[in-house]
Structures are given as structure tokens and as C-alpha cells.
């Protein structure tokens, strides 16, 4: 019984180690042949920083639609369009800030 303990805890301390983004975002993107580093560049382009991006984001994910998606038609035909998040407003909050800093250049480029 102890032994089994152990074990349960050992194998749930990964999960409660990683951050909502991680737990939520890194391992659907894992299977798509589009880093989520690739993507961030993209939705940057397209929103034009911060601010913008981040509230274009949350909305897509709250209400995903092929027609506010800033991937290609051809992405979209293969891989589809997710699913709507089943986090909530702060959550994703959360994991958007945490998205930005892993992968924003601003404070990157000398």
C-alpha cells in the first residue's frame, strides 16, 4: 500500500511541477507540425503586440472559429480547429502571460 502511495505521488508531482500552460497547451501543440514558438511569431504579425495578441488569443480560444484563426486554410483543412477551452478567464490569463514571456523577442534583440 505504501509502495503504491509512492508511486501515485511520484508520477502526479510532474504534473503539479508544470504551469498551466504546460499542463493545457504544450502537449496537443506537441502533435502539430507547427511549434507553438512558430505560432507565437505568427499571431505577433498579425496582432502587433502584446495587448492585441494576447486579447486576440483569449478570444479564440473562448469562441475558436476558422474565420478569426490566423493559421493557413491548408493548417486548418488538416489539423481543424480546436476545441473551445475548457479553462476559465483567469486560467487562460494565466497561461497567455506565461505563453508571452517564454516567447516574446523585445526584451531578446541587442
Not at 20 to 26: A, F, L, S
Not at 81 to 108: G, M, R
Request: net charge positive; glycine share 4%; proline share 2%.
Amino acid at each position: 500500500m505504501v509502495k503504491s502511495l509512492i508511486v501515485f505521488f511520484l508520477l502526479n508531482a510532474s504534473v503539479f511541477a508544470q504551469n498551466i500552460y504546460e499542463r493545457n497547451c504544450v502537449g496537443c501543440h506537441k502533435e502539430l507540425p507547427t511549434s507553438l514558438q512558430r505560432m507565437f511569431m505568427n499571431y505577433l504579425l498579425v496582432y502587433g503586440g502584446e495587448k492585441n495578441m494576447k486579447a486576440g488569443l483569449k478570444h479564440y480560444l473562448e469562441y475558436p472559429s476558422k474565420h478569426i484563426s490566423v493559421m493557413s486554410n491548408l493548417f486548418i483543412d488538416n489539423y481543424g480547429i480546436k476545441e473551445k477551452t475548457i479553462l476559465s478567464s483567469d486560467e487562460i490569463d494565466e497561461a497567455l502571460n506565461i505563453y508571452w514571456d517564454k516567447f516574446k523577442v523585445f526584451d531578446k534583440l541587442k
